[in-house]
């Protein structure tokens, strides 16, 4: 069929299989361009792999690693007429370019807060690899099913205490608005979050892999964080979404002391502000992150999620000497949070209205960035092309 982009809002409703393929690529010559890393990791299992973050760092080990890796992530095939989603065909092309590589590369397609999902990931790692020396944690979902409980919890983007007033775009028109954000009214709220994207998941994660004894001796797991400036606090680091990164960042001194007797180790690390499906649903950001691309793009300092994860690999996870901040978290949002970067951004940003957005912030990076993640605005595809969106790969589950 022919695939064009469809969107409502921040979603895009149709991904292009040779596009995310591009995307895919892209990333893997990246990676293959910074060369080898030393002494990296070798056998990793990646959860949350088929986009943003996750995928990244599954292309940085694998390509920079010469890692086998196992993918879990909950993605859609296509069906006769109708595409997938954009980490359907992020993975089958991940998995086309890795086997040809010759390395290990297999996934599995499900809902990775089940216990099932969790078992059958252990019955492969025993198959297949045997023991494992990397657990990248990447999950980012709107919704959750407690595994033990059966209950159902869903996750808010909203301040704490008071409404939260600043300026947001609409990142396809470039119209930009006043929004006021009211706060959540319910403790449930700020607990059904903390249950969805804090560190429980993970935690039940490191606990079953290790009963398993599928973790190897030194092995190291690592999740995501965000901090970000002060004008994003009340949506971000202070509302709903950071006190579920408050209890991630809570549970790697628990992780510590279970990966004790092996000698492993687990870390937070803060990530830079990137456009992602998951980034883009949250008000506020998207303008934020369109003056930060302007600031850092012009300082020649602005990097994507593969930049980001194959740095975060090579100059600190797999480091002679892990750097962490003064509350224990690897930091990879350095050049983020740079004064004169966040100084020349909150300029901006006092500035920025309908009229000058195009030329003072980065707005046509964002959307391209955007189309992006969905295989979308490649200058190499043709997209009046037909496109096999029944793409399938045997070892994705
Ligand atoms: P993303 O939406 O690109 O990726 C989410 C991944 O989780 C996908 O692979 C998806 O398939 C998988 N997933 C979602 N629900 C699942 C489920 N039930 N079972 C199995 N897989 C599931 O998101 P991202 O932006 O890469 O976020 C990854 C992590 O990085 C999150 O913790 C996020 O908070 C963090 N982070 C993001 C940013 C940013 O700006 N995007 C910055 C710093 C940190
Ligand atoms: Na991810």
């Not at 299992?45 to 890796?69: D, E, K, P, Q, W």
Request: charged residues 25%.
């Amino acid at each position: 069929m022919i695939i064009q982009p469809r969107t409502r809002g921040f979603i895009c409703l149709t991904s292009h299989p040779e596009g995310c393929a591009e995307n895919v690529r892209k990333q893997i010559e990246y990676v293959k361009s910074k060369g080898l890393i030393n002494n990296g990791p070798k056998k990793v299992l990646v959860i949350g792999a088929s986009t943003g973050f996750g995928l990244a760092s599954r292309i940085s080990a694998a390509f920079g690693s010469n890692a086998a890796t196992i993918g879990v992530f909950f993605e859609k095939p296509g069906t006769e007429g109708r595409p997938g989603t954009a980490g359907w065909y992020n993975s089958a092309a991940f998995e086309k370019e890795a086997h040809a590589a010759g390395l290990y590369a297999k996934s599995i397609n499900g809902d990775a807060f089940s216990d099932e999902i969790k078992k059958e990931a252990i019955e492969l790692i025993k198959k297949d690899l045997g023991q494992i020396d990397l657990v990248v944690y990447s999950l980012a979902s709107p919704r959750r099913t407690h595994p033990k409980s059966g209950e159902n919890f869903a996750s808010v983007l909203k301040p704490i205490g008071e409404p939260f007033s600043n300026k947001t775009v609409d990142f396809h028109t470039g119209v930009v608005s006043d929004i006021t954000i009211n706060p959540v009214t319910e403790q449930s709220d700020i607990d059904n979050t903390i249950a969805v994207m804090g560190g429980e998941d993970w935690k039940f994660w490191i606990e079953d892999l290790k009963a398993a004894g599928v973790l190897a001796q030194g092995c190291k797991t690592v999740a995501y964080s965000y901090i970000g400036p002060e004008l994003t606090y009340p949506i971000y680091r202070n509302g709903t979404i950071g006190m579920a990164k408050n209890d991630l960042e809570g549970t790697v001194p628990y992780l510590n002391e279970l990966l004790g007797d092996l000698n492993g180790v687990s870390y937070v690390s803060v990530n830079k502000a990137l456009v992602t499906q998951s980034s883009s649903a949250i008000p506020v950001v998207p303008l934020y992150i369109s003056l930060l691309y302007k600031v850092m793009k012009e300082k020649g300092i602005h990097e994507g999620c593969v930049e980001q994860m194959q740095r975060l690999f090579a100059d600190r996870l797999y480091a002679d000497n892990v750097v962490l901040d003064s509350e224990g978290r690897i930091r990879v949002d350095d050049l983020e949070m740079r004064e004169d970067v966040q100084a020349e951004v909150a300029e901006l940003w006092n500035k920025v209205t309908t009229e000058n957005i195009e030329s003072i912030s980065d707005l046509a990076g964002y959307r391209r960035d955007f189309f992006n993640l969905f295989g979308f605005e490649f200058d190499n595809i043709d997209y009046n092309a037909e496109s096999d969106e029944l793409t399938s790969v045997e070892s994705i589950k």
